[in-house]
């Protein structure tokens, strides 16, 4: 075994999503067999150490049906018996002047 065994598979396709204080990536990498599947990280800054804690799942293929099923029924649950607002996020002002916001880009 070489050192590709130590390293993250080939990333194909990437999507950023910020959404409030979280970030959320979507990858699309590819198996050494040229299989592709889907990394989901939620990444978060802990505000006590500046520290970004980063939760992954892996999601196969054989999986995606099953996986769309269940979030759309949990997603359509909670519309149908709460209200849902939908947040635009944007830049964090104070003062009529824009913050900066930190981007994790450490994966």
Known sequence: MGDFDNKEREEVF?????????????????????????????????????????????????????????????VDYIKSNQEVVE???EAFESNGVHDKIDDDFSF
Do not use: C, P
């Not at 067999?33 to 990394?39: L, R, S």
């Not at 150490?49 to 999601?59: A, C, R, S």
């Open 14 to 74: 990437s999507k950023k999503v910020r959404a409030g204080k979280r970030t959320y990536f979507f990858d699309v990498k590819s198996t050494r067999a040229g299989d592709y599947y889907i990394t989901v990280t939620e990444s978060k800054k802990r505000m006590e150490d500046g520290v970004f804690v980063k939760h992954k799942i892996f999601l196969y293929k054989e999986d995606f049906e099953k996986f769309a099923e269940g979030l759309n029924e949990v």
């Open 87 to 89: 947040k635009r996020y």
